[in-house]
């Protein structure tokens, strides 16, 4: 695989309202939330590439949905979920653990794909860019503070790189 291109799912109903009380629920896109994701989905398909992944939560498979215009095979998983976390909003599953589920997934698909989306959500999102450009993982989240914020990841050992750099970013209208 020579590329991966981020993204984080657009806004949704519940952060549009504000309410953070229910964190951990499944809201559909917003209205502004599907705007965002046709401005991602221009973007993204600048960009060549072979299957687009999400998470199993609506707002990820939607966003997904929009971006892939091009139909190719589109796929979600639970790999890609958000950090399990009980209903108190506190951690059933450590980094080290969100690493190991979402980093066991992808990695077998770099003999399967040469470039690939992922719709995911900010923390996953984060620890998938931490893993490839080796950052802290307070740096990698400042990449996905916004909904919608996409990155475009390439490593093409036949050009040269022996490292995975940032080749690209997008940033939709919040408002």
Known sequence: ???????????????????????????PLSELGLKQAA??????????????????????IKTAEIINENKKPQFANINLSE??????????????????????FIY?????Y?????VGHNAINSTILRSF???????AEGYFKSVGQ?????????KGDKVWHIEDKFTPDQE
């Open 133 to 139: 450009l080796n950052m802290e993982f307070e740096e």
């Open 39 to 60: 401005q991602v989905s221009k973007f993204v398909n600048k960009f060549e590439y072979d299957a687009v992944f999400s998470s199993l939560f609506i707002r990820t």
């Open 114 to 118: 040469k470039s690939i989306v992922i």
């Open 108 to 112: 077998p698909m770099f003999d399967l």
């Open 150 to 158: 996409v990155l475009v990841l390439r490593r093409d050992w036949q």
């Open 1 to 27: 695989m020579e590329q991966i291109i981020l993204a984080r799912h657009c806004q949704t109903d519940l952060l549009a309202s504000g309410d953070s009380s229910t964190r951990r629920n499944d809201s």
């Open 83 to 104: 950090y399990f976390a009980g209903d108190d909003g506190k951690g059933r599953e450590s980094t080290t653990m969100g690493i190991a589920r979402t980093m066991s």
